[in-house]
């Protein structure tokens, strides 16, 4: 099978980031979640480090996700900066979500490719995963999740892994959203 090139580029400008609070409870079936990370797997990938690394929360340990989200968050904003409504948006967002994925990294124990190309793998796999999502009509969202990225107990990271962010994943019933993007010529210097 081949693809157009018109076929690419409208897959690709229909990519949107889709955030969990617009998920409805639809489950995404195991197979979807499978060919989602199996596609991750064919990212470009510098001397074939291949160094991404996925935990994938479904089902119950979504709940144990959100409990830890919302921990972290009310260990990190004390007294005044706390906030109930941040603290249970954290508790519900994996809840609302179909499939959580943790975006991990694992170092080259070689160190054969500097840190910034292993990074750059994985978000050209993040990005994999987007496109497929887009293309089964999943919305999914890239969070930082900065506190969790500190928390290598509970992913249950090893040596020379860290996490990147959370990949949210759900079903929605939003309208096709226009993108934006300025202008590519103010964005290219021909040389």
Not at 36 to 60: I, K, M, S, Y
Not at 113 to 131: D, G, P, R, T, Y
Not at 161 to 172: A, P, S
Request: charged share 30%.
């Amino acid at each position: 099978m081949s693809f157009t090139p018109e076929q690419t580029t409208e897959l690709i400008r229909r990519r949107r980031a889709i955030f969990p609070k617009t998920y409805i409870d639809k489950p995404i079936p195991k197979a979807i979640i499978e060919e989602v990370l199996e596609n991750a797997n064919w990212a470009p990938t510098h001397r074939f480090t291949e160094p991404w690394r996925f935990r994938v929360f479904t089902g119950d340990s979504r709940a144990r996700l959100g409990e830890r989200l919302a921990e972290l968050y009310k260990m990190k904003a004390q007294g005044e900066l706390f906030s109930e409504r941040k603290y249970e948006k954290n508790l519900q967002k994996p809840l609302r979500s179909g499939c959580v994925i943790a975006i991990c990294m694992q170092r080259d124990p070689e160190e054969s490719v500097s840190e910034w190309e292993e990074i750059a793998a994985v978000a050209c796999a993040v990005q994999n995963m987007w496109l497929t999502c887009t293309a089964h009509g999943i919305g999914s969202y890239w969070s930082s999740a900065k506190a969790l990225q500190q928390d290598r107990e509970f992913l249950n990271l090893q040596e020379g892994e860290r996490c990147l962010g959370l990949f949210y994943m759900g079903y929605h019933n939003l309208p096709e959203l226009p993108g934006k993007r300025g202008p590519i010529e103010e964005k290219v210097t021909w040389m």
